[in-house]
């Protein structure tokens, strides 16, 4: 049997955060009013009306071609792309054709299989409009044109991916730079991001691509994947068995698990592309582009190179803490305010709490809680600052860990600072010696067959006794002091 290449290119159209849509003054937020009612003359397609095109649009389509390292302009000109359906009231929607806004970049995708980061091309990113909404009711099709006319950017791949899994893997990085930027929420299954994959598959060696099948409604990640592993599979089998792939539009059916005919391919010519008649061709300045540039933020796979160099973390943590920008911003906030803080001269540790410290708190506490709550960092009612100061407490040992993760949940639930909830719980820890051998005398008395057990040889006894003398602490007793004392008094003969 032949060896067969896997070739995908993929379309991705994301929907750009703007206040109004693309060409006219209505608002952008088309889901959470009751239908056609962010709606207008020019988004209804009224006679007579011109399309006034959106700065704040263009502007973020940049910031994302910069991202992709694309070349900006120097011109775009909108073009109609011309075709009938009920979703789209002036039968042609305001696309980019010949000169997109952007073209010609790349981003880096890891491929986890292959243990490497793989640069895949971008052709190019434009931006156009989406169009309505059509809701199947029984026996009639409703249109709702709040979406019609939402700021759409599309970004298109060269045919560099070689699996599901870098398709995959590329949708991934590619969604986190949109949500970095703030160019797109990008979710996929709230329709904010929506790709199209074109497949073809050769012999391997062989020089010219196959026949590609393009292949549409693929509304989350899984379907991205289920669908090319089973394109990848049909076409094989059908060259396997003597038959030949036909470039067609395909849907995927994601109860049936299977691509479905839509229509034989249309050309670019079916679509009778010609330049916009009401706009006039958008020229970038190269001043206008430079001044965008200056507001990318750091990107994903910078800022995680940039946590492991400055706050020693680890490759995994980095990852975690700069998947997403509030949280990567919340973990550096407390960084910052911990460094910043005052060590109090009566301590004797003049050493404030590590980087990875915060960094454990942050994935381990933090997310918890947000977990259990089923709410984002944004609602997180703990300021940096006073994360910082529970942290400090702990570091002076004036806490130890089980009271300040009982601190934490209780600033989580209520937003209090740590010192007033410590005094108020009683749970400042106990470091003081006297206070602590007693606790060790009382453990000691209270279990004296383990503890002729531990001196006679069964060493794991040790932590349980320490559980012991914790108890008569009441969860309070410096763990450090302890453990000390406790080695003391079992090491003695008494
Ligand atoms: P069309 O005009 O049919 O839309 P394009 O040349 O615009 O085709 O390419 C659309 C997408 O298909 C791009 O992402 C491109 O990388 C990808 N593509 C092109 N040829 C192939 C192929 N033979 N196999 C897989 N993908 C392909
Ligand atoms: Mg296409
Ligand atoms: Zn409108």
């Known amino acids: 049997m032949t060896t067969y290449e896997t070739i995908i290119g993929l379309e991705v159209h994301a929907q750009i955060l703007t206040q109004s849509k693309m060409f006219c003054g209505c608002s952008a937020d088309y889901a959470s009013t009751p239908p056609n009612t962010h709606v207008c003359p020019v988004c209804m397609a009224l006679p007579g009306v011109l399309p006034v095109i959106n700065r704040v649009a263009v502007e973020k389509t940049i910031l994302a071609g910069l991202a992709l390292s694309c070349a900006i302009g120097p011109a775009a000109v909108f073009a109609r792309k011309n075709y009938h359906y009920a979703d789209l009231p002036k039968g042609y929607q305001i696309s980019q054709y010949e000169l997109p806004l952007c073209h010609g970049g790349w981003i880096e995708v890891e491929i986890k299989a292959e ?57 991934t990085q590619l969604q986190r730079i949109l949500r970095y930027l703030g160019v797109s929420t990008a979710d996929m299954e ?30 989350s990640f899984r379907a991205v994947k289920e669908s090319l592993d089973y394109e990848v599979a049909r076409q094989i089998a059908l060259l396997e068995s003597g038959g030949r792939v036909v470039q067609v539009t395909m849907g995927w059916d994601d109860e049936r698990g299977r691509t479905v005919v839509q229509r034989t391919k249309e050309t670019a010519d079916d679509y009778r592309y010609f330049p916009e008649p009401d706009l006039p061709p958008l020229v970038i300045e190269p001043a206008w582009a430079e001044a965008i540039r200056m507001r990318l933020p750091e990107l994903p796979d910078a800022k995680v190179a940039r946590f492991i160099r400055q706050w020693g973390l680890d490759l995994k943590e980095a990852r975690v803490l700069a ?22 001269p009566q301590t004797a540790k003049a050493v404030t709490t590590e980087p990875k410290t915060v960094a454990n708190w942050v994935t381990g506490e933090l997310f918890r809680l947000l977990n259990a709550a089923g709410v984002g960092i944004e609602a997180v009612k703990i300021t940096p600052t006073a994360f910082a100061e529970l942290l400090e407490l702990v570091n002076a040992g004036q806490l130890n860990l089980n009271s ?51 001196r006679g040889g069964e060493e794991k006894l040790f932590g349980w006794l320490m559980g012991q003398v914790m108890r008569e602490t009441r969860g309070k007793g410096n763990p450090a002091v302890m453990k000390e004392l406790l080695t003391k008094a079992l090491s003695s003969d008494s």
Not at 190 to 206: D, L, Q, Y
Not at 324 to 343: I, K, L
Not at 416 to 445: F, H, M, N, Y
């Open 115 to 171: 243990g490497k980061v793989k640069r895949i091309g971008i052709t190019r990113a434009h931006l156009e409009e989406d169009t309505g909404k059509l809701i199947h009711t029984g026996d009639a099709s409703l249109v709702d044109l709040n979406r019609a006319g939402v700021p759409l950017l599309e970004i298109v791949t060269e045919p560099d991916l070689r699996s599901a899994d870098e398709a995959h893997a590329y949708l």
């Open 323 to 344: 998947e997403e920008r509030p949280v990567a911003e919340y973990f550096e906030a407390v960084v910052e305010a911990v460094t910043t803080s005052v060590v109090e």
């Open 404 to 454: 300040a993760k009982k601190v934490f949940g209780v600033m989580f639930e209520t937003g209090r600072r740590a010192p007033e909830i410590v005094r108020d719980l009683g749970l400042a820890q106990v470091s003081d010696a006297d206070a602590l051998t007693d606790a060790v005398k009382q453990a000691l008395a209270k279990y004296p067959t383990e503890v002729a057990r531990y």
């Open 190 to 219: 709230k329709g904010a991001m929506r790709c199209e994959a074109n497949v073809s598959v050769r012999p391997v060696g062989a020089e010219k691509f196959g026949t590609k099948v393009e292949v549409k409604n693929l509304n």
